[in-house]
Structure formats: structure tokens, C-alpha cells
């Protein structure tokens, strides 16, 4: 988990800049102030994305309710977004929640409203501007045909562009003020341009289906009924997703976004054929990480993360014979802050 693990080490060793880093800053505070350990404050924001993203799922199906909504409800809430999206990248997703709060469920939409959503989102990851300026520019109208084109262009810019960015680096590292960063994202080794191995690659290939099926529903809606807002933020997410397909950071906080919305087309009544096609393809996605790519990391070698991988054991089988309340005393009987300091090697 390194974007947990570096904001761990940046709490610990007092490496940030002040208020101006809430997600520092806050379980900081509250482990100076209160002795409250950085996974309280991990858990916390997790359980807010869980609530957001419950209440977001069950707000569509009560408008569409059908005899097969509870088994629908139960694949999106529970496979939707998976270990890592919640525990690893909680920032990224943390920050769209704020956000998707405020666009699926407060009813006035004003603009103080939407300023005191969108600053905390910004202020949690900067990610957040991609999906704002996608819902500003959600509100132009595109058309059956343009947005066809705009979906089939952004896949085949994406099957390409990674043979290509090189190109633009030094025109990239100009963009003011976020030009570093954006760099950092497309040319470092680890958060560039993806190496794949099967379990990633299944993975990729099954979220640009998911993505391109998504798409599709919402763009032959629009050709039946008319311009819709959050139908139009959905097609948007989804280009800018498969722009980025070969990357591996970009991507994946983008797809981050687009689980927040799809799901938004059952509100519009598609068929029954295109609703099963979704859960198929949300649950399969879900079956295959968990068995390719989370199982391995779960029960291989922790050599590179713990001083001693029978730390790892011992936790992991600590819920098997230790009653569930008391688990949720991290700090005496989890990873707490001491515990992490002193066994990971993971500190920058």
C-alpha cells in the first residue's frame, strides 16, 4: 500500500506543510492531540466512501426498482470498488466522494454548495480538477454522433499514445503550477506507462470493456432521449479513462470516477440485457482481481514491506481466533502507529 505507507511516514516524521495538507494534517492532529492512531483515521474516511457510495447506488435503484434491485444492489455496493481502491489509494477516492456527494446527493445545487464541495475535494487530492471540469463541461451538449466519435477517438489515442508521450515531456513539465506532477505521473517508472503481467493486464482489458459498454448505453440514451447532464459526465469520464489506458496512475484514478457515475444508467431504465451485461462485467472484474492479483499479495512475501514476514501471518490470522471487538483495537492489537514504524521499510 505505498500511498497509505508515504502518507504514514509523513505524519510520522512531521513532513508537511501545515493545514494546507488536511490528509496530513488532520490524523496529525488527532494523534498528537488525542492518541488516535493513522489507520482510525484511514478507516474513517473509508467508512464515509462505503456511506457515499451506498447511498449514491441505492438512490438510483429506489427510482428504477425491479424484482432483481437486491441482487443488483448487491454486486454494485459490494464489488464496485475493491481492497485497494478503499485502503490503498483512499486519498484519490476519498476526494471523489466529497465531490459525487455533493453531484448525486444534495438536492440544492447552489453555488456556495458547490465551491465548499469541490475546495475540500481539491484540497484532499488535486485529481479532483479533472472530475470537476468534467462536470462543468458535462453541461455542453453533445450530440448521438459527436460523442460516438469522441468515445471511438479517445480508444484509439490511448492504444497509442503511450508509444508516443515521450514526445512531450519537456512540453508537459511547463504546465504551470501542476506540470511536475503530471510529469511525475507519466514518465516515472512506477506510475507511467504500465508493464503489464496477466492479472494486470486482465484487469485493464476488463475495466476499458466495462468502460466502452458504459459509454455506448449512455450515448444510444442520449440518441433516444434527449442531452442528460450526468449521462454526458459518464461519457466524458470514460474518454479520458481509455486516453490514458497504457498508464497506470492516471487510469486508474480516472476509472476511481468513473465507478462513482455509471451506475447512473440504471436510473435511466436501460435494458435488461444491457443491465446484466454490467453486473457481469463488475462482478467477473472483481473475481478476477481478487484471485490474480490481490490473493498473490495477500499470501506472498512481505520481505520488501515487514522487517519479519511472520508479523504479517500473525496478523492476518489474528480474526480467526481473536473476538472481532477487540480487533478494533488497533493499537494494541493491530497496526498501530508504533508497530508500523518500527517494522515496515517502506520510510522515504
Known sequence: MYDTSANFFSIDDARFVGISEPYLYIPFYLREKFGIDFYYFLFLNVVFVIYTWSKIALKFFSKTPSKYSAIYILVFVLLTFNYRDLMDINRSIFAYSLFFYYVFLIKNKNLLNFFFFSFFAVMFHNSSLIVIALYLLSNVKFGYRLNLMCLLSSLMIGVVLSNYIASFESLISKIPLFGSSISFYLYSEKFGVQVFTVGTLLKKILNCCLVVLSCLYAIFEIKKRGNDQILQLIIFVGCIELIFL???????????????????????????????????????????????????????????????????????????????????????????????????????
Open 246 to 348: 497504457g498508464f497506470v496512475t492516471f487510469f486508474e484514478r480516472v476509472n476511481l470516477a468513473f465507478n462513482f457515475v455509471f451506475l447512473y444508467l440504471f436510473v435511466k431504465e436501460i435494458n435488461f440485457f444491457q443491465k446484466i451485461s454490467l453486473a457481469f462485467l463488475v462482478a467477473f472484474r472483481s473475481l478476477c482481481l481478487y484471485i490474480f492479483i490481490y490473493f498473490p499479495i495477500f499470501f506472498g512475501d512481505y520481505s520488501a514491506v515487514m522487517v519479519n514476514n511472520s508479523y504479517k501471518n500473525e496478523m492476518m490470522l489474528k480474526p480467526l481466533y481473536y473476538p472481532t471487538f477487540f480487533l478494533l483495537d488497533i493499537h494494541n492489537n493491530g497496526y498501530s502507529d508504533n508497530f508500523i514504524s518500527a517494522n515496515s521499510i517502506w520510510r522515504k
